[in-house]
């Protein structure tokens, strides 16, 4: 019975595989020969397939696309990563050096939380929501939760609806302020953290600039929906 | 390793291990495949050429931003994932093809409009936004964005 079952499926695997597949396994072969690596030297194959820039080709070799890491050449001032390094290689190390700073980041972010810091923010934003964005006081909570987490965002705004706390416009609206830069405050520093260094502005005006701008989305949805999408609503 | 009163701690020494401890997690399994993604896409495109093809068709809507072409390309990958965003942004400083100014510019707009593609099942389909309104939602951002470009074009 074992040997048959295992036969058919044998056989329904056989079945299932299709032209995709041997394209995608002749593209693996492909990229992992080094074929395309050195198409620049191989004369014979430029004249024949009269390629005019051969050195293309490397977009499609493995090894090229791992790269290289970079080399000291200025030892006083290069770090690890060195200078002149090219692809994944270089790319590793580059995201190796911005560890340090995505965990001091997070770390001091945690303490500030601990302590309150959103808590205090909530307080802040309430009175804020209904002039500008119609929304009761009780959606503070998940639009401040948003900028921590996307997720947690968005599982508390839908309990809010299922409750029958706010209707399909306000969700509309919360959606609006939380999807245009969703868990900015995470996502800033853990992630914007790696261009920090280069910022010519303090950290703290993109940080705001996005969080206004968040208002002024939302209320601009606000506005949209009060008039293009009105018929829309009118039994709310 | 398995402290039941890890979360009820309250010295600030534990609260900074556990805030970093989610920081190296973070850059681990998000920023260092994103980064190395973004450093591979970016020296593809460059050589197939097509790094410079973008920077110059976009060069026109960019220049209203005070930014090169190329920038086009981070704004890009910004929408499918902020951190490839992030990543190519760096990518192209390091090749000198972007400086401190362009990225200081950029630096909202990544965010504003960065990783819609994932945040439309994470956040509007959890959160159950009805479909129709996606697209509104969506334009939205990237107006944000843009609006950020502008706003910080005149800041820096």
């Keep these: 019975m074992h040997n048959n079952n295992d036969k058919d499926q044998d056989q329904k695997v056989q079945i299932k595989v299709g032209i995709k597949a041997y394209i995608a396994l002749i593209c693996a072969i492909l990229f992992f020969s080094g074929i395309f690596m050195n198409v620049q030297d191989m ?22 696309l791992g790269g290289q ?6 030892p006083e001032k290069n770090t690890f990563l060195g200078e002149g390094g090219l692809s994944a290689k270089a790319g590793f190390l580059f995201a190796l050096s911005l560890i340090p700073t995505v965990m001091l980041a997070l770390g001091v972010l945690e303490i500030f939380t601990h302590y309150g810091a959103i808590r205090a923010a909530h307080k802040l934003l309430t009175p804020l929501l209904k002039p500008i964005l119609g929304l009761p006081g009780l959606t503070g ?3 401040i ?32 302020w939380q999807y245009s830069g969703a868990g900015l405050i995470n996502n800033y520093f853990a992630i ?37 999408y009105k018929k829309d609503f009118t039994n709310e | ?8 701690t309250n010295n600030p020494f534990d609260i900074f291990v556990i805030g970093a401890r989610k920081g190296f997690n973070i850059a681990i399994n998000n920023l260092m495949p994103n980064v190395l993604m973004a450093y591979v896409i970016a020296y593809i495109l460059n050589v197939l050429g097509l790094m410079e093809l973008l920077g110059s068709v ?67 389909g959890v959160a159950d936004v009805p479909k129709k309104y996606w697209p509104l939602l969506m334009l939205t951002s990237i107006f944000n964005a843009f609006i950020a470009m502008i706003i ?4 820096v």
């Excluded at chain 1, 280069?198 to 949209?224: E, H, N, Q, S």
């Excluded at chain 2, 760096?90 to 990783?115: E, K, R």
Aim: proline letters at 3%; glycine letters at 8%.
């Design chain 1, 43 to 64: 004369e014979w194959v430029k004249s024949f397939f009269h390629i005019d820039h051969p050195d293309k080709f490397k977009a499609f070799d493995f090894t090229s």
């Design chain 1, 69 to 74: 890491f970079g080399t000291m050449q200025h």
């Design chain 1, 141 to 143: 909570l998940a639009l």
């Design chain 1, 145 to 176: 939760t948003d900028l921590q987490s996307t997720d947690a965002g968005a599982a508390l705004t839908k309990e809010l609806y299922d409750q029958k706390q706010i209707g399909k416009k306000e969700v509309i609206i919360m959606g609006a």
């Design chain 1, 192 to 228: 914007g953290s790696a261009i920090f260094a280069w910022l010519t502005v303090p950290v703290v005006i993109p940080l705001l600039v996005m969080f206004i701008l968040k208002f002024v989305g939302a209320a601009f949805v606000r506005m949209i929906l009060n008039s293009l």
């Design chain 2, 1 to 8: 390793m398995s402290n039941s009163h890890k979360k009820e």
């Design chain 2, 58 to 124: 976009f060069s026109p809507l960019m220049s209203v931003f005070g930014l090169p072409g190329v920038a086009i390309t981070v704004l890009l990958t910004a929408w499918l994932s902020a951190s490839a965003g992030t990543g190519v942004a760096v990518s192209l400083f390091a090749h000198q093809q972007l400086g401190i100014t362009d990225i200081t510019i950029l630096a909202p707009a990544i965010f504003l409009m960065g990783s819609q593609l994932q945040y439309m099942g994470r956040l509007l």
């Design chain 2, 152 to 155: 910080m074009r005149l800041i």
